[in-house]
């Protein structure tokens, strides 16, 4: 149990200012990490364990976190799932089923996919770009000419986390790539990357610093010489993470991509400085004058009261306090959240008033002592997610919604997209924690999640033929719906969750435990097999014990 004392408290007031001289660890180059793969290539094909097979024993009653969707705009019941840490699936079936067509690669996880539906080529950018800590890299482009029977790898390994590919509307030899680039170390290999014979070489057309990658793009499909990229700042270590910068912007090429100018000037309306995060942008198809844009903005909000429903006092409440302010805080509330911060049962609501009364702590000391980065993920009172609108392709800009979206919290790094439909260019959906849909040009939005669907979305397909038909995933997998997201039904049956830890007990025959990424922790029996007919036949074989992030299981 935490022990609290007044020195504690005093002590954490002090500015600590430590540095870490140890020997820094180097990343590794994009030849170090290719010639890796090729070594584990060789062990895996002389390895005495090549031939035992591995069947699925679960769970499989939820999929993964979806990071794209592609589907056939003749043939809307044709699609494909590309997913963080479990491949890329394909679908003729409306999704009632999946099959797996990037297995045999050198690389699992997957940033974004486009398909040329014209002569069915597809692209893969792999390392997905959500720049969580479970975001793990890849090493570059991959393509297929036969639905992913093979592969031809084409090159950027140095890329490691791909956000998005464009593909040039009439000419299938030219094609772009934005790569946000290295997640854990400063690199010159990030921007946007263009090629004019189909992969076989590459130009960096747009480099920004070794910290400012590009995460999104658009093109105007009647004039594909012009393009959009979204540039980000952002820096992650073990200890910190920076999720804005004031190179983050955006940039917009008129000759192809080979030259860029960004246009998110202060005199264009659109927010800078260095508290601005990701940003998503989406070109209306019918009018490609009218832009739009979602972006992270970190600044603080000019209201900072947020209030848990019940009333009861969050951890701000004790930020800017002085004595007197400290002595009339509420009894009861304040003996409430001393209970729910399981410290040392003596500091009731009169004995920490005492101490402040006595100044052997500051009226601050409550914040001071329980502040850490988790509780800043909720309560720091941050702008977050903002839309904006042009309409004169992007020379000016004005923010859409008058009302806070509540949208990302303080997470906007892990989201960052939106879509408008391309016969109404009103109506646009943008993804979060929640999927939120507007049909009057952002100034309002409603919120589309239901019962059947899992949060935080990443990707969304509006059919242009019918824009209330969606294809879109999120982080338990892929749904679709035809009433403009008030029904869903899952097409999410990919068991491809994300494992962070698995263990066994003693039991005969043994169970196994495992943490998801935000699928909460599971386990079940190792006899269990996996079967479309376990809900007719038998209770389902594996038991949640707990939601939200799964993580270490120790039995």
Partial sequence: MMKFTAAKFTFLLLFLNVNYAGAQVKPSTAAERMAG?????????????????????????????????????????????????????????????????????????????????????????????????????????????????????????????????????????????????????????????????????????????????????????????????????????????????????????????????????????????????????????????????IVDNQNNRPDTARKTVDTNYVLKDFKNLDKAAFAKLDQNKLDSFLADSYIDKKYTAAYVKKLVAQDSIKPTALFDYFFDANTALFETPIIGAEVYRSDDAGTSWKKTNSKPLELYNTYGYYFGKLTVASDDPNKLIILGYDLQVSTDGGKTFKDKDKVSTHADWHACWINPKNNNHWVAGNDGGANVTYDNGDHWFKANTPAVGQFYNITTDNAKPYNVYGGLQDNGVWYGPSTAKESDQWNYENPYPWKRMGGGDGMQVQV
């Fill in 37 to 293: 793969i090729a070594q584990r290539k060789t062990l895996d094909e002389n390895s005495t364990l090549k031939d035992i097979k591995f069947r699925n024993i679960g769970p499989t009653n939820m999929s993964g976190r979806v990071v794209d969707v592609e589907v056939n705009p003749q043939n809307p019941t044709e699609f494909y799932v590309a997913y963080a840490s479990g491949g890329l699936w394909h679908t003729t079936n409306n999704g009632q089923s999946l099959v797996p067509i990037f297995e045999k690669e050198n690389a699992y996880t997957i940033g974004d996919i486009a398909v040329n539906w014209s002569n069915r080529n597809i692209w893969v950018g792999t390392g997905e770009s959500n720049s969580s800590r479970s975001s793990y890299a890849g090493n570059g482009i991959y393509h297929s000419t036969n639905n992913g029977k093979s592969w031809t790898w084409l090159g950027l390994p140095q890329t490691q986390h791909i956000g998005k590919i464009i593909l040039h509307t009439t000419d299938a030899n030219i094609a772009w790539v934005a790569a946000i680039g290295n997640l854990f170390s400063a690199s010159k290999e990030r921007g946007v990357f263009k090629t004019m014979d189909g992969g076989k070489s590459w130009k960096h057309v747009l480099q920004i610093d070794e910290n400012t990658g590009v995460i999104e793009m658009d093109i105007n499909p009647k004039n594909p010489d012009e393009l959009y990229a979204c540039a980000w700042y952002r820096t992650r270590r073990a200890w910190n993470f920076e999720e804005a910068g004031k190179t983050s912007g955006i940039y917009k090429s008129t000759d192809g991509g080979n030259n860029w100018k960004l246009i998110s000037t202060p005199a264009s309306g659109f927010p800078t400085g260095d508290k601005i995060g990701r940003i998503g942008v989406a070109v209306h198809a019918a009018n490609p004058s009218i832009l739009y844009a």
